[in-house]
């Protein structure tokens, strides 16, 4: 023990700020039987996603013939069970590079909308004084309580019926392609928005009000404010934002069963993979490469983002 | 896929995000041209619009528009409560509200003991963040990944053949019969379960981690100096320490049990009576074409939600003061 314990109440619930690491002083509370405790559930937690992992690399015979557990008994490695699911043409096969174009199609832009939308309304509430602002700004706060399927029905209706007539009709005069891009993306918006706005209105409105005070008075308009002081200070939370909606967008089955139309035109990676554990749920050899198809991209981003991604986490895991 | 097919996808893509940029770099500009006694307003206005519209187009109109749907039939007219009568008596539709109820119970109870014992255990121990990373990487999945991973482990093969699931495979070695897990009713709703609680156990995890390493050291240190064990001093100092941060992982996890779909989705689709509100909703919906059943059940849901996310926000309030 090197400091001097100080007789502290040990009831007390508020958190004191202020300990360091180094203060702290190591105890014992681990004892053999909890490291045995924590190796079998670090072990449990990872067995799963191993096993399939390692199937993905099996040839389909050794697959469907015995367990991945005996792959010393049976060895064998492939990587024929990914090229079959990516880039096969018969159409027996996934097709799944189509669906991870969309998938990347989907998340990207419905990321990148609801950031700068909701940046814009942040910035609104937090440094444009105008009457009824705090009565709005909770009132969008609140609208986080709807769950989104309390909005799928009509908007679905919306949508159908005035977006997509408008749509075509724009793409056949300008002769674009149109495809149900669009509505995903919108609905991703509009579901996005109020979670975001809160955030960042957290995080810009903690910005020092003298540095958007003196640019004021120097003459800038909010526009010039908002784009060369707001969002170059804002960079931290808007990537711990975007992180979480990318992942979220990207994870996202719901959204896309009701608005993509489920053709390859448009439906990404979970859509298509609901759909082959629906219809070839014992195509393990197919199953096993697809499903890690579509986890490498967030394991990915997991693995070299981990900071801002659990503090994205953090912020928005009551969305949905 | 054709390059064409590839071309016109990015083109799509390019398209979406020029207008976009072109649109609002364009009301950015026209505001700073604005005439000078109306600038504010007009900026304001400009920076505001976009997201107010859409949240009216877009969320406020369509859950008013549900939540009267909810009491309509088919064709649209008004019928009352029959919608509810209906969750509530038809046996289909009471067990898919006694399942949600089982999942709403089970899945944050457990996720958090075993997420907060996971916790205490390999806190300050050596290779604490390769511990974390593994229980906390299911988070990263999606939930449809998550139910292919675990459908592989709850496979069945006939007796006579080699197991290739992990599951069937143990109960072998025990000198068991292999089960079809997924159509064996009940136990098929507590397996959806343990997926959703494999996923949820790395989120508290993380959160009860931080909010022990933010307990006071010297509070460990007087109650080691009282000559406690271990036990005592998770129940007597870690508990009431991280308490709000409990309830916060606990009523977080609740709302996302809750509103659980794609694992039910992926898994089974809600047969063998393991449909869960979520997965009614839709499959009402959308896929039955009864929209007013549908909406009622959306409906049931955000009453379900709504308390537990009033209380979450009323501790988060009162977290941020104390800080």
Known sequence: MTSTPVAAPVDSDVDQPGTTKAKRVKTRLTSRWATIASLVIAVLWTLPTFGLFISSFRPEAEIKGNGWWTIFQNPGFTLENYREVLFSASSSSPQLGEYFVNSLAIAIPATIFPLVLAAMAAYAFAWIKFKGSNALFVFIFALQIVPLQLALIPLLQIFSGILQPFQESVGDALNIPTSNYLQIWIAHTIFALPLAIFLLHNFISEIPGEVIEAARVDGASHGQVFLRIIIPLALPALASFAIFQFLWVWNDLLVALIFSGGTSEAAPLTQRLAELTGSRGQEWQRLTAAAFVSLVVPLIVFFTLQRYFVRGLLAGSTKG | ?323
């Open chain 2, 1 to 323: 896929m054709r390059t064409s097919d590839l071309i016109e996808k990015i083109v799509q893509v390019g398209i979406g995000l020029a207008v976009f940029a072109a649109v609002i770099g364009l009301i950015l500009f026209l505001a700073d041209k604005a005439p000078k006694k109306a600038k504010d307003v007009v900026q304001l206005v400009v920076f505001l619009a976009p997201a107010i519209i859409l949240l009216a187009i877009g969320l406020i109109y369509p859950a008013i528009r549900t939540s009267i749907l909810a009491f309509s039939n088919k064709a649209g007219d008004l019928i009352g409560f029959d919608n509810f009568v209906w969750i509530f008596t038809q046996p289909d539709a009471v067990r898919t509200v006694t399942n949600t109820i089982i999942w709403v119970i089970c899945v944050p109870l457990i996720s958090t003991m075993v997420g907060l014992a996971y916790a205490v255990f390999i806190d300050k121990s050596r290779g604490e963040k390769v511990f974390k990373a593994l229980v906390f990487m299911p988070m990263a999945i999606s939930f449809v990944g998550a139910g292919i991973i675990w459908r592989f482990l709850y496979d069945y093969r006939g007796a006579d053949r080699e197991q290739i699931g992990l599951l069937n495979q143990i109960v072998v070695w025990l000198g068991g019969e292999p089960v079809k897990w997924l159509q064996t009713e009940p136990v098929n709703t507590f397996l959806l379960i343990i997926v959703m609680i494999w996923i949820q156990t790395g989120f508290a995890m993380v959160i009860l981690s931080a909010a022990i390493k933010g307990i006071p050291t010297e509070q460990v240190e007087a109650a080691q100096l009282d000559g406690t064990n271990s036990w005592q001093r998770f129940t007597n100092v870690t508990l009431p320490g991280i308490r709000s941060s409990l309830v916060v992982v606990i009523t977080t996890i609740s709302i996302a049990t809750l509103k659980v779909f794609d694992i039910v989705r992926t898994m089974t689709a809600g047969n063998f009576d393991t449909s869960v509100i979520a997965n009614e909703m839709y499959t009402q919906a959308f896929r039955a074409n009864e929209p007013g059943r549908g909406a009622a059940l959306a409906l049931v849901l955000f009453v379900l939600v709504l308390p537990i996310v009033i209380y979450n926000v009323r501790v988060l309030r009162s977290q941020k003061e104390i800080r």
